[in-house]
DNA sequence: CTGTTTGTTCTATAAGTTATAGAACAAACA
DNA sequence: TGTTTGTTCTATAACTTATAGAACAAACAG
């Protein structure tokens, strides 16, 4: 898995480090049980402090994608979306659906790319060949 | 157009104001040439200073999705989708389709939940039908 | 057993963001 | 003329972000 961070950034360097391991595990880069850095190796690598890696990993926690134990570190689970979930995902995707709408993007146009992204992930995780 | 503000919300006063703004320009509840209220009116409307609305007017002013002057006060301009835009939104885009992904949400139904969005903006928005 | 690595927790600080506040100005308008 | 409006300026309290140092307990290698 390659992570890289723009220090110089406006979206804060945590939400970097765990948009990219989402998206990573939506990619199929990381599967279940696959490990992740120690947060002091992963601060050193990047040269930023481990509480800020803490931070990303500990929301990737609340989220439910890893779990953080001292012996085996941080691995990736298989989650199952649990019902309040997509509730209040759903909002979040209105909200940036509409602004490319707004913006004068049109409707199919916005699906299309969707779809595209989602396909760039079914491509390394395939759904239906285990 | 019916804005509301929780003021308990993680999320910023002005982001609210300009995500619902957006997503009523999506809807097409506000149309091009659509007047805003007035930064102070609506403030006093929601309880709020003047100058938290006057930044989300100064957000889709940056946006390009309202004009602001003197004599019309904040009306809806129609945006034509520019190249820097599409590119970063698709970014963003990435990361909140990767998010229900490595969730657990099939992609299939990600782009389902997708279309129906954007069916609802459709509805009041008839892309075909002028 | 010893030393190291690891996640975890605590306090602390500097810089930036958010929301509020007061004041003032110029353009538009009744 | 007086009012409303967008615009701009300074200021402040509360919160967030990133960094820092310290310490602890569990796991593990040698």
């Not at 120690?38 to 989220?63: P, S």
């Not at 990736?76 to 997509?86: G, H, M, R, S, W």
């Not at 759903?90 to 790319?113: F, H, K, M, Q, Y």
Request: with cysteine; hydrophobic share 45%.
């Amino acid at each position: 898995m390659i992570l890289n961070v723009d220090l110089a950034s406006e979206v804060p360097i945590y939400q970097q480090l765990r948009d990219q391991i989402v998206e990573a595990i939506a990619d199929g880069v990381l599967a279940e049980g696959s490990p992740l850095p120690a947060t002091r190796t992963l601060a050193a690598d990047f040269g930023i402090n481990f509480h800020t890696v803490n931070k990303a990993y500990d929301l990737l926690r609340q989220e439910g994608l890893i779990r953080l134990n001292r012996k085996s570190g941080a691995v990736v689970t298989q989650t199952v979306a649990d019902p309040p979930f997509p509730a209040e995902w759903t909002a979040r995707a209105r909200t940036l659906l509409a602004e490319a709408v707004a913006r004068g993007l049109p409707a199919d146009e916005v699906l299309t790319i969707c779809r595209s992204i989602l396909d760039s992930f079914d491509a390394r995780k395939p759904e239906g060949t285990p």
